[in-house]
Every structure is written in structure tokens, then in C-alpha cells.
């Protein structure tokens, strides 16, 4: 069932739920315009209100507020607090702190905490790890970088030439810190050890995917199974407890380039995943075959950001689950319920 929409002022390519109470309604959009005239890259980030239980379909999907930056290719709310971080075209990676203001038009205030100069190339993607000190950093040069988060501050802690091509995505694995996932256009699924200086190698798969790898997902309920999305089209389920080897066990074809996935906040083995040129698709991954259980074809452009809302409705009723998803040339936004969750 579809909740709301609307037109983004630029090109649209992630939106992120805010996890953290009291917060939970906040949605956070972002996008990406190549401006050929002015050779710059420019985005903003938009923060609404997503209320599924609205009866006045006005209040469903609320813009709130609204900030200029350079052009966003990704962000993430920290898994500790409502601070979000921004990769973007700059080179920059900067955090934004949601807060609650009983002054303010909308009860809250969104500013800027502060920001730092990577790489002289572009900032791809951004990834937490789970005790919320440290960030990771894909760059366009196939650099990966590692920053602290000191207080208000951020600090480069390693960087390194880690690909041939584009990091389209890295990702800390969510049980063992010290590991770090790398994707990128030269086919490669990398995985370092940041407990050495500089970062070790503990595998490199180059012979899996044929076209580039674009983001990965850890199951929360199983800290062995992961997964990775690549522009072949297939989402791959890797089995993890032989980390020198990892196994692909199972794959499936979603019909369009996988470029981000997430699991569902409470109902185990359901992925949300942004398909590029097929849309978004709910697929059903557990220790049977992975398949294919809804998809969702209502925008008319690159199906790029794509997330589900953490609520407590959800966690009983899989009805009540929402989902936001955006596509990049028609700038649209939209926000919708699952229809078939309940049965699991």
C-alpha cells in the first residue's frame, strides 16, 4: 500500500530511517545533481515525518526541514545515537546531529557537528562500526579509509589503496570488529583486518562476481551468513565460518544491478533491495532457497535508496511494516507498506 510521495529537488540516491527514539519518524533523504554548467557536484539532505497511521494522507509523509551540501553518494545513522554521516562528492565526510527542540517549528533541530577532508577523490559510501568509534570510507580512487570519531571530531586512523576501481561499499562485520568488508567495480569481494598496521588481507574473491559488487548485508540473526549485491543482477549468500574461503552456498537473480539491501529491523531473513533498473524486490534469504517474495515497480528511474522503518508495530504485526525507497533521475521519493509480511 502506498503511504506517500514526493518530487526531491535533485537527483535521488539514498534515504536512511532514523533508528533511535524518539526519532524513529524521521526519515532522512538525500541526493546527488551533477551540475555540467558550474563542473560541481551539489545534493542536499531532506528530513521528513513518515506516520503510516495517519488518517489525513497530508500528515503520512511531511517534509520538515532541509540542508544544502555537496553532492551525497551515501549516509548512515550511527548505531549508537542520532548522528548521521555523510559521504559525499567533495571528498568530505561530515556528521549532522538530530536533537529534540520544543522551540523549534518541528520539534527538533538538525545541525552540524563537523566534517573532514578525506581524499581528494569522492567519498562513495560510509559504514559504522557497532560501537560507533569508528567509520569506514569507499573513495573513488579504490582507497578505503578509516576515521575516528573523536568527540566532535574526526581523524583519518588509516587509509589505503585497496582496489583497482571504485569501493562502491564497505561494511564492518557486525560481531568481529576488527574485520572489514570491501566491494568495488574491479569485480573484487576483499576482506581486511584492521587489528594490523597497515590493514592485512584476509581474502580476496575475484572469480565470483562478473560485474562490480555494490553493497553487502549481515544477517542479524545469523553472524556467519552475508551477503553481497553486485551489478550482475545477483544477490550471493556467503557462508562466513571459513573466512580465509568464504562459500558462496546460494544466489539469486533479481533481474537489475543490486545496489543496496537491508534486512528487516525484526523479522528474521526478509531483504529489502534496491534493483537499479527492476525496481526494489522483498526477498525471502534463509537456510533454505533464497526467493523472491514482493516487488515493487512504481518508480520510473534507477531504483537506488531503499530502507525499512524501525517501529514497534512492525516487530508484531509484519502488515504495519514500512518501507521508504527513492530513484535517482525522476527525483521522486516514495513510501510504502509490504503486502504480504504478515504471513511469515
Known amino acids: 500500500m502506498d503511504l506517500g510521495s514526493c518530487y526531491l529537488g535533485g537527483n535521488a540516491d539514498a534515504v536512511e530511517f532514523c533508528p533511535h527514539r524518539p526519532f524513529r519518524h524521521v526519515l532522512a533523504a538525500a541526493t546527488y545533481t551533477l551540475q555540467e554548467q558550474e563542473q560541481d557536484r551539489a545534493g542536499s539532505i ?28 551515501d549516509m548512515k545513522w550511527s548505531p549508537a545515537s542520532p548522528l548521521l554521516a555523510q559521504a559525499d562528492a567533495h571528498g568530505r565526510l561530515a556528521l549532522w546531529r538530530l536533537e529534540q527542540d520544543d522551540g523549534s517549528d518541528t520539534g ?8 573532514e577532508d578525506i581524499s581528494s577523490s569522492m567519498c562513495l ?22 576515521v575516528s570519531v573523536r568527540e566532535d571530531r574526526l581523524e583519518i586512523s588509516e587509509q589505503w589503496p585497496a582496489h583497482q576501481f571504485e569501493v562502491w561499499t564497505c ?8 574485520l572489514l568488508y570491501s566491494g568495488s567495480d574491479d569485480c573484487c569481494f576483499s576482506c581486511w583486518d584492521l587489528r594490523e598496521s597497515p590493514s592485512s588481507i584476509v581474502f580476496q574473491n575475484k572469480k565470483s562476481h562478473s560485474m562490480g559488487v555494490c553493497c553487502f548485508a549481515q544477517n542479524p540473526f545469523d553472524e556467519n551468513m552475508l551477503l553481497t549485491g553486485s551489478y550482475d543482477e545477483f544477490l550471493r549468500v556467503w557462508d562466513m565460518r571459513l573466512m580465509p574461503k568464504p562459500v558462496n552456498e546460494k544466489l539469486v537473480n533479481l533481474g537489475g544491478g543490486v545496489w543496496r539491501m537491508k534486512y528487516h529491523p525484526s523479522i528474521a531473513d526478509v531483504v529489502l533491495a534496491a534493483c537499479m533498473h527492476n525496481g526494489f524486490a522483498i526477498v525471502k534469504v534463509g537456510s533454505g532457497d533464497a526467493t523472491t517474495m514482493e516487488t515493487y515497480c512504481k518508480h520510473e528511474s534507477l531504483a537506488y535508496g531503499a530502507d525499512w522503518q524501525k517501529s514497534e508495530g512492525a516487530e508484531e504485526n509484519g502488515n504495519s511494516s514500512v518501507v521508504a525507497t527513492c530513484s535517482f533521475y525522476d527525483r521522486l521519493l516514495r513510501v510504502w507498506q509490504p503486502g504480504n509480511l504478515a504471513e511469515l
Not at 108 to 115: H, P, Q
Not at 172 to 177: A, G, K, L, N, Q
Open 46 to 73: 531532506s528530513l521528513f515525518s513518515v506516520d503510516a497511521a495517519a488518517e489525513d494522507e497530508s500528515q503520512r509523509l511531511r517534509l520538515l526541514h532541509t540542508v544544502g551540501t555537496a553532492g551525497v553518494f
Open 108 to 115: 527538533f533541530v538538525f545541525t552540524d557537528v563537523c566534517a
Open 125 to 146: 559510501y560510509v559504514d559504522w562500526n557497532q560501537t560507533a568509534e569508528s567509520l569506514s570510507v569507499g573513495l573513488s580512487d579504490g582507497s578505503l579509509s578509516v
Open 171 to 178: 561494511y564492518f562485520d557486525r560481531t568481529r570488529s576488527h
